[in-house]
């Protein structure tokens, strides 16, 4: 009987002491990431950033980005900055930074379309907080005064409808938040889009690195990507989602 009780309890225990455990591993990483950039040593920095990077934080792959570009590699560098500003879209630095590596390596920024722009505001999280927090608000300030048995007051009406606005406004950005988890950089330096998604397959063209493409469909260790002017299949490899 006791063993029962006290099992849960030790489990509970042991899972708050694996996360203290983990996140003082992923600080440590972080700060030995640091020095290593600090230093120079901008491989090293880089590994540990991306180790450091799991469960991802949007300081950590600014870190990362900043790391990579140093490397020579813009591919991860802007899907490392991409991944931050997807994380937290207030981050002003990696947004500078995605700008002048596409200037540098003349890339085109992804086309978005009005209400994938519009999920770029917040943080992807934070609209279904705003949806339910605006659509709550509103039911209980049309339902509560009745069941309570209060006077319907102006103010109320006029809140409940702002915030049922403000719910039916968050719902275009459900979308475009579902579309833009579909882009991903190409990773390598001219990464061949093919035909068929096979490895003999004919070559249509080559993407450069850095080059920002859609996620249509998948096939074994293939892919399929839509980019501004062409259309193809390529590695899995060779691609990483901006979403995390």
Same mark, same amino acid.
């Given at each position: 009987m006791w063993a029962v009780l006290i099992a849960p309890k030790l489990l509970i225990v042991f899972? =708050? &002491? %694996?996360?203290?455990?983990?996140?003082? !591993? !992923? /600080?440590? #990483?972080?700060?030995?990431? /640091?020095?290593? +950039? =600090?230093?120079? @040593? +901008? %491989?090293?920095?880089a590994e540990l950033f991306r180790a450091a990077s799991s469960p991802p934080a949007a300081g950590t792959l600014y870190n990362l980005g900043d790391a990579e570009w140093r490397c020579d590699r813009p591919g991860p560098a802007i899907l490392a900055w991409e991944q931050a500003q997807w994380l937290n879209p207030f981050n002003r630095n990696a947004a500078a930074n995605l700008r002048y590596a596409r200037r540098v390596r003349q890339l085109d920024a992804p086309e978005l379309a009005w209400y994938e722009i519009c999920s770029t505001w917040l943080p992807v999280n934070w609209w279904a907080w705003l949806a339910c927090a605006s659509l709550w608000l509103a039911v209980a300030l049309v339902m509560l005064p009745g069941i309570l048995g209060w006077r319907k007051n102006g103010w109320q009406q006029g809140l409940a409808a702002a915030s049922f606005a403000v719910f039916l406004l968050t719902i275009p950005t459900f979308a475009g938040v579902h579309t833009r988890s579909k882009l991903g950089i190409i990773l390598p330096k001219n990464a061949p889009l093919r035909l068929t998604p096979t490895a003999d397959a %004919?070559? &249509? !063209?080559? &993407?450069?690195?850095?080059? =920002?493409?859609? #996620?249509?469909?998948?096939?074994?260790? +293939?892919?399929?990507?839509? !980019?501004? @002017? *062409? *259309?193809?299949?390529i590695e899995r490899s060779q691609f990483g989602l901006i979403s995390q």
């Amino acid at each position: 009987m006791w063993a029962v009780l006290i099992a849960p309890k030790l489990l509970i225990v042991f899972a =708050a &002491l %694996q996360c203290r455990a983990d996140a003082a !591993t !992923t /600080s440590d #990483l972080f700060h030995r990431g /640091s020095d290593e +950039y =600090a230093a120079g @040593n +901008y %491989q090293s920095a880089a590994e540990l950033f991306r180790a450091a990077s799991s469960p991802p934080a949007a300081g950590t792959l600014y870190n990362l980005g900043d790391a990579e570009w140093r490397c020579d590699r813009p591919g991860p560098a802007i899907l490392a900055w991409e991944q931050a500003q997807w994380l937290n879209p207030f981050n002003r630095n990696a947004a500078a930074n995605l700008r002048y590596a596409r200037r540098v390596r003349q890339l085109d920024a992804p086309e978005l379309a009005w209400y994938e722009i519009c999920s770029t505001w917040l943080p992807v999280n934070w609209w279904a907080w705003l949806a339910c927090a605006s659509l709550w608000l509103a039911v209980a300030l049309v339902m509560l005064p009745g069941i309570l048995g209060w006077r319907k007051n102006g103010w109320q009406q006029g809140l409940a409808a702002a915030s049922f606005a403000v719910f039916l406004l968050t719902i275009p950005t459900f979308a475009g938040v579902h579309t833009r988890s579909k882009l991903g950089i190409i990773l390598p330096k001219n990464a061949p889009l093919r035909l068929t998604p096979t490895a003999d397959a %004919q070559e &249509l !063209t080559r &993407l450069a690195e850095g080059e =920002a493409v859609r #996620l249509e469909r998948t096939r074994g260790a +293939y892919i399929f990507v839509r !980019t501004g @002017n *062409a *259309a193809g299949w390529i590695e899995r490899s060779q691609f990483g989602l901006i979403s995390q």
